[in-house]
């Protein structure tokens, strides 16, 4: 497309900047995730848990790279604290329909920042008694440990930037992108910061 809907590059004092990883990037790496995961569910029905809202998008690039008779189920968090920094403490805000138990689980996540958000989901969902639970994560943090037997997929490493696109937002815009972008905020910008 030649002009995207969300290119309206600024708004509550944000300005939305340079691309960190592209459309193309993005199509490509979900595609090779979908391969991982139906080769590694083949003859299972696995149950995909999107986290609302940032996981919408991935959610449904990625259910289509996968060949297996998938299940979609979705949930909503909110993490007290203000806008751009998770505290840790999260309030269940729309919970799953369908029961987990004896369920090949996958967690779909849009972003693992301090990975508080996942440790609370994954023990509230370990709970329900299911088959197997795997994460599958677009992006994570460069200086996020990962255990391995939690976090079985990931699409990117990204540095600390406050990121928005491909369902990421700040202040519920710029979900609409096509790719991941950084942002800066005007008090940023207005320092010089961002400008290399
Ligand atoms: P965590 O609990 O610190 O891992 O935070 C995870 C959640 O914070 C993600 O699911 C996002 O909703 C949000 N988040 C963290 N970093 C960013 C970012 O750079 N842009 C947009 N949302 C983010
Ligand atoms: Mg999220």
Redesign the pocket.
């Known amino acids: 497309m030649a002009s995207e809907p969300g290119a309206s590059l600024s708004a509550g004092g944000y300005t939305v900047g340079r691309v960190l990883i592209s459309e193309d990037d993005l199509q490509a790496r979900i595609r090779a995730l979908g391969e991982e995961i139906t080769a590694d569910y083949a003859g299972r029905a696995p149950l995909l848990v999107g986290?609302l809202k940032?996981a919408f998008m991935f959610m449904s690039d990625l259910s289509r790279a996968i060949d297996l008779p998938v299940e979609f189920d979705f949930m909503a968090v909110s993490?007290y604290g203000h806008s751009t920094r998770?505290s840790?403490v999260v309030r269940i805000v729309k919970d799953l329909d369908i029961d987990l138990a004896d369920r090949d689980v996958i967690i779909v996540?849009?972003?693992?920042?301090?990975?508080?958000?996942?440790n609370y989901l994954r023990r509230n969902l370990l709970a329900r008694n299911p088959a197997s639970l795997a994460v599958c994560a677009l992006l994570v943090r460069e200086n996020h440990r990962v255990d391995e037997a939690i976090l079985r997929y990931e699409g990117f490493r990204v540095p600390s930037d406050?990121?928005?696109g491909y369902g990421?937002?700040?202040n519920e815009r710029f979900r609409n992108l096509s790719d991941i972008r950084v942002v800066t905020t005007d008090a940023d910008a207005a320092n010089g910061a961002g400008a290399t």
């Open positions: 986290v940032g993490s998770s840790g996540e849009d972003i693992i920042d301090s990975g508080l958000t996942l406050f990121l928005v990421l937002d700040v």
